[in-house]
């Protein structure tokens, strides 16, 4: 029996002024070279011709695109950059916002995850965002992760997001994530800590393939709080969801000094770390893979992968701009889906 070919991944236009334009057609140039999966970019067409133009005169490459549908995107994507058309436009020049970024964003990621919800893409791969410019335009989530907890909830579901950032030498999740460090002590409860961990062990075995999970769970303060001398958090909200995870069945290890978890013979004990707030999970992947992390959304009903950085203004438009954490998050949204179907 002859197997259907893959879906196509739909990737988001992210902020129109930012590098996201300039590293997708960099991905694209890129695509025999390294073996890409397909993907169709969710954007205004006539905005993406006149970046493909000027950056195929800077890079001296022929960059073809093509407008399209979600069912002709595979077809396309050897010979041209698959656009499907969101009939948002965008006018921002590069490093520039203007009143049509916001919108131009938005639509393309609410119409990404209606097409792999739909059955049209195999998942989401979203560019860049830049939220001062959203929240400018009365965008009302912390980011990312939160906007696409809505729309999954508006398709009938609630779920957890739960962001993790992944490189072939580092796992993280962040308990509390885009709130203040203030904010993440009020957050921080065993509950919310069992919650997010039960989401990472079941995802590790559902779209990475790993079998037995082994979790590190960071403590909170200097030293996992030397048995209390330096804060109670550890004995009083950490060991307790420890306790219930280990009789979930989780191989659940900590509370671990956040200070020594993360050097290269540590890592090797463990699949993925938890953290308990996002500067203790972040800093220590941006260390050792800034260029190859991918930010994967979990606990949603559809898969989302992102590149690990921001819009870069200052060099959006230059050529510049390295795709590397992009290519990695269309790699591994592939491999996500083919484990998921």
Known sequence: ?????????ALTLGEPAGIGPDITIAAWLRRRELGLPAFYLRADEAFIARRARALGETLGAAIEIASVNAGEAVAAFADALPVVPTGESA???????????????????????????????????????????????????PGHTEFLA?????????????????????????????????????????????????????????????????????????????????GHEEQTVIAPALKVLRNDGIDARGPLPADTMFHEAARNLYDCAICMYHDQALIPIKTVAFDDAVNV?????????????????????????????????????????????
Not at 1 to 9: I, V
Not at 299 to 305: C, E, Q, V, W
Not at 309 to 328: Q, Y
């Open 150 to 230: 809505e729309l999954a909830q508006e398709h009938g579901r609630a779920p957890q997001p739960v962001m993790m950032l992944w490189s072939p030498r580092l796992a993280v999740v962040p308990v509390t994530i885009h709130v203040s460090l203030r904010d993440a002590l009020t957050q921080l409860t065993s509950d919310l800590i069992v919650s997010t961990t039960r989401i990472v062990a079941t995802e590790l075995k559902s779209r990475f393939g790993i079998a037995q999970p082994r979790i590190a769970v960071a403590g909170l303060n200097p030293h996992a709080g030397e048995d209390g001398s330096l």
């Open 297 to 341: 959304t979990l606990g949603l009903p559809f898969i989302r992968t992102s590149p690990d950085h921001g819009t870069a203004f200052d060099i959006a438009g230059t050529g510049k701009a390295n795709p590397a954490s992009l290519i990695a998050a269309l790699k591994l949204a592939s491999r996500m889906a083919a484990s998921n179907s």
């Open 1 to 9: 029996m002859a197997t259907a070919p893959a879906k196509p991944l």
């Open 91 to 141: 006018t921002a020049e590069p490093g520039k916002p203007d009143a049509s970024s916001a919108p131009a964003a938005l639509v393309s990621i609410r119409e990404a995850v209606a097409d792999v919800r739909a059955g049209r893409a195999g998942a989401v791969v979203t560019n860049p965002i830049a939220k001062s410019v959203l929240y400018r335009a009365g965008f009302r989530h």
